[in-house]
């Protein structure tokens, strides 16, 4: 199969050529579902796990049979995530965000599938997202169910360990901080209130599997969708990727914005090779010209 149509950006950003007209008639023709990664959100300060090569720029994430097995991972996913709330709690929407909310109140977008969990679909007032792998605003307990907001979670968080408050720790992907082992060793982990179960965050770790009615719901979008339109993601993780594989079997284009590789390049009917907020702020200019 040949490669996808790519499109480079010269020095002033501009296209050079026309895949990213290809997404714009893409829009045109319906609304499409829009795959969302990390990519869209390194703006708002949240970084991403992969480079532009698609490997990894940091440590391996948590292990979801790891976390429910040792005391010792949730001391230290709960001590990192202390200091990675916040970002992600005070973090704001970008260009892309905001250009995709704009583009589904004017009919063009009919589903955002996203693999992030930080919330920012929701914060630019898209009312239309599938959260895929749960988000970080929420916390479940294993045993009762209670769902608890993050942010009553850091204040248990605060008060059971009030000596760290201060320290410095520099974010880290996915609403991770890198914190010092010798901070976390004795770091004392809260329990759920209601039952004294384990607090896990609502999301998806890596060795998990994503609900199947998740899945479901995105493929039936996709179904009925014009295309599909990934956004920021290399892809690489099997869970976002196997959307792109769907969209092919059911006939459907697939395109994506993204700086860098993707798992699904050889699949691509399009790939605009540039900064995802600079291209949807384009894309929203074009089609919504009165905004
Ligand atoms: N913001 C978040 O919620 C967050 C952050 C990190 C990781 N995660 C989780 O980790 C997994 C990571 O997979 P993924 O595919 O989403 O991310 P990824 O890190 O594997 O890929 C991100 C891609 O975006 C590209 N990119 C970075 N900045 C860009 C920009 N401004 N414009 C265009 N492209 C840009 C990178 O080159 C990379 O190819 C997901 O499952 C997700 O749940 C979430
Ligand atoms: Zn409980």
Redesign the pocket.
Same mark, same amino acid.
Do not use: E, F, K
């Given at each position: 199969m040949a490669g996808p149509l790519k499109m480079k950006s010269n020095e002033a950003g501009r296209a050079t050529d026309n895949a990213g007209d290809r997404v714009g008639k893409l829009l045109e023709r319906g609304p499409v579902v829009v795959l969302s990664?990390?990519?869209?959100? *390194?703006?708002s300060g949240?970084?991403?796990? /992969?480079?532009?090569e @698609?490997r990894w720029k940091g440590a391996q #994430?948590i292990q979801h049979s790891d976390f429910l097995r040792l005391e010792s991972v949730r001391q230290r996913y709960w001590a990192r995530s202390f200091f990675g709330w916040p970002t +992600?709690a005070r973090a704001a929407p970008g260009r892309g965000h905001h250009a995709l909310a704009q583009l589904e109140r004017a009919g063009r977008v009919e589903l955002i599938v996203t693999?992030? !969990?930080?919330g920012?679909h929701h914060k630019a007032g898209s009312a239309s997202v599938l959260e895929?792998?749960g988000g970080?605003a929420a916390v479940i307990c294993l045993s009762c169910r209670a769902r608890h907001p993050r942010a009553a979670v850091q204040d248990w968080l605060h008060a059971a360990n009030p000596e760290l408050a201060g320290n410095p720790a520099p974010v880290a #992907?996915? @609403?991770d901080a890198h914190v010092a082992a010798e901070l976390y060793a004795g770091f004392r982990v809260p329990a759920c209130p209601a039952c004294g179960g384990l607090l896990k965050p609502d +999301? +998806?770790f890596f060795g998990d599997s994503v609900p199947r009615e998740r899945v479901a719901s995105a493929m039936a979008a996709i179904k009925a969708a014009a295309g599909l339109l990934v !956004? @920021?993601?290399?892809?690489? !993780?099997y869970? @976002?990727f196997r959307f792109v594989e769907f969209a092919r079997r059911e006939g459907k284009p697939v395109m994506a +914005?993204?700086?860098? /590789? *993707?798992r699904a390049d050889h699949l691509l009917d399009a790939k605009v090779e540039?900064?995802?907020?600079a291209f949807l702020d384009g894309l929203r200019m074009r089609l919504m010209p009165a905004t």
């Open positions: 990664g990390a990519g869209l959100s *390194t703006a949240i970084p991403d796990y /992969r480079d532009c @698609g #994430p +992600v693999q992030n !969990v930080d920012l895929l792998h970080l #992907p996915d @609403g +999301v +998806v !956004v @920021g993601s290399s892809l690489m !993780v869970s @976002g +914005v993204n700086l860098g /590789r *993707t540039q900064d995802c907020d």
